[in-house]
């Protein structure tokens, strides 16, 4: 899910293991079968923030997961994917690009084999349940728990491209920010969703909204029954810490981690805010655009390739991506090509990303002028997300006494 990204570069193996067993052996089998033994339909929630054509690193780390949990859910699962409006404007927004934005990043989906027909795809601001219910949750949320989470510095650090959290104090934290994860628990639970794509350094925020689930459930539901279903979190980066097969156990949809950092400073993640164009390929950018980027990417001065992200950060950058574009593990890949040069690796990335933006870029700019179609999308979205959500709300406001 691509809510609030965080600016960290290193997944916390022993915290996500550690999160990953107390989890899988509490909440997984009850979601996954029923009594007979059949798997239970699934409800698969993710969104993304509508601030501007995506990169690379949007690309790999998430929406080609979108794409690969639509054409490979069952039938009977629900895939439901939001362009949330209302978590960009907690941020200062330029409106007329804000709007322009939106409307992009539709068309980037449908463009990279989103399917409105079988997803729901909608703009989050479209459907007035999701504030609505975040307001409630609000109202069970304990502010403490909301200043322990990362998520407004981390964001706040994003969008002043500053070096570390520690040079964010909260004279810059406004109430939205502040409650960012709550309405980030109500774009989920609205739908009650059972699965969420996320990455790694989201798991705290998906612990909130099961936290909010189940603190909703005791409080006000009747006869300990359970409404909202605590959400299973789809963890890209599990399968590369060797995780999620556990006591014969699989999550759901797992996905090889894809985590792109910048091209010309690879101790920070690729981003839309970073100042320098060339740090980050954007799907839009043309194939000499891309080529240039890449062949100026940061690498280093020794012989030969390998993939060691601690002592060869760019060169293992590029690994990853050619990893993701052919869907090999880096390390396979530095075996593979050990005997190349930086410059022959990039050539090798250059074609591979040249091939994975050909076919969507194209679609991209044809989709982006037909508005009409666009808008079409959209509605027919909303409305079926609403039809959802309004039965959600229904019974939240008779449990709460709102009737």
């Not at 934005?101 to 399917?115: E, H, N, P, Q």
């Not at 502040?178 to 350094?201: C, F, K, N, S």
């Not at 050619?322 to 090798?348: H, I, Q, R």
Request: contains cysteine.
């Amino acid at each position: 899910m691509l809510f609030a990204p965080k600016r960290v570069l290193q997944p916390n193996a022993l915290c996500v293991r550690h999160w990953t067993r107390r989890y899988l052996s509490a909440s997984v089998p009850a979601t996954e079968a029923n009594d007979a033994g059949k798997r239970r339909a699934r409800v698969v929630f993710s969104g993304i923030q509508p601030t501007g054509v995506p990169h690379l690193g949007n690309y790999l780390g998430a929406l080609s997961n979108w794409v690969k949990l639509q054409n490979e859910a069952s039938e009977e699962d629900k895939l439901i994917f939001s362009i949330v409006g209302w978590h960009a404007i907690t941020l200062p927004q330029k409106a007329k690009e804000l709007s322009a934005s939106r409307w992009d990043m539709l068309a980037t989906l449908l463009a990279i084999g989103i399917d409105p027909k079988r997803s729901i795809v909608f703009h989050q601001d479209d459907n007035q349940c999701h504030t609505e219910l975040a307001w409630i949750f609000n109202c069970i949320t304990p502010v403490g728990k909301l200043r322990r989470m990362t998520t407004w510095k981390s964001r706040l650090a994003d969008s002043r491209n500053a070096n570390s959290e520690s040079e964010i104090d909260e004279s810059m934290l406004n109430a939205g920010l502040l409650t960012y994860p709550v309405l980030q628990a109500a774009d989920i639970l609205a739908y009650r969703a059972t699965h969420v794509p996320v990455g790694e350094d989201q798991v705290q925020h998906l612990e909130l909204s099961r936290d909010i689930a189940q603190h909703f459930n005791r409080t006000f539901v009747p006869g300990k029954k359970r409404f909202f279903p605590p959400p299973v979190p789809e963890i890209s980066t599990f399968m590369s810490l060797g995780v999620g097969r556990e006591q014969g156990t699989e999550l759901p949809f797992e996905a090889p981690s894809k985590r792109i950092l910048s091209l010309r400073d690879p101790s920070s993640k690729m981003s839309k805010s970073s100042p320098d164009l060339q740090s980050r390929i954007l799907l839009t950018d043309s194939p000499s655009q891309i080529t240039s980027k890449l062949r100026s990417a940061v690498t280093d001065s020794i012989q030969g390739v390998t993939y060691d992200p601690v002592n060869r950060p760019g060169v293992s950058n590029l690994l990853t991506i050619l990893g993701a574009c052919m869907e090999k593990t880096p390390s396979d890949l530095a075996e593979e090509y050990a005997n190349k040069s930086n410059a022959e690796l990039k050539a090798l990335v250059i074609d591979a990303v040249q091939e994975l933006f050909k076919d969507p870029r194209t679609e991209f700019e044809r989709l982006r002028d037909e508005r009409a179609y666009l808008t079409e999308v959209a509605k027919d979205g909303a409305e079926r997300a609403k039809a959802i959500s309004q039965e959600t709300i229904r019974n939240v406001r008779s449990f709460v006494g709102l009737y």
